[in-house]
């Protein structure tokens, strides 16, 4: 889906990378500690796809169907009032 995490050998969702030992994610970073939320909803997420289909959804992939599902329901939700 999205090919930029192959051509740049990361993640270009790397703000969901949890710590190792001796490196800290940026999940952890100064700027995102308390600004982001919901990683548990996006682990719960990968790790059902893992379980489907292994190594083959990113974490970009699943950020970016999310966004896209996201928008869906405001617009379902705005236009039910």
Do not use: Q
């Not at 939320?37 to 719960?44: H, L, M, N, S, T």
């Amino acid at each position: 889906m999205l090919v930029a995490e192959n051509e740049y050998k990361g993640c270009d969702a790397s703000v969901l990378l949890d710590s190792v030992e001796g490196m800290t994610s940026e999940k952890l970073a100064g700027p995102n500690v308390n600004s982001l939320r919901g990683f548990e909803v996006i682990d719960k997420i990968k790790y059902l796809l893992e379980e489907e289909c292994p190594l083959t959804v990113s974490c970009a992939d699943i950020l970016a169907m999310v966004a896209r599902d996201a928008v869906e329901l405001v617009l379902i939700s705005a236009f039910s009032l």
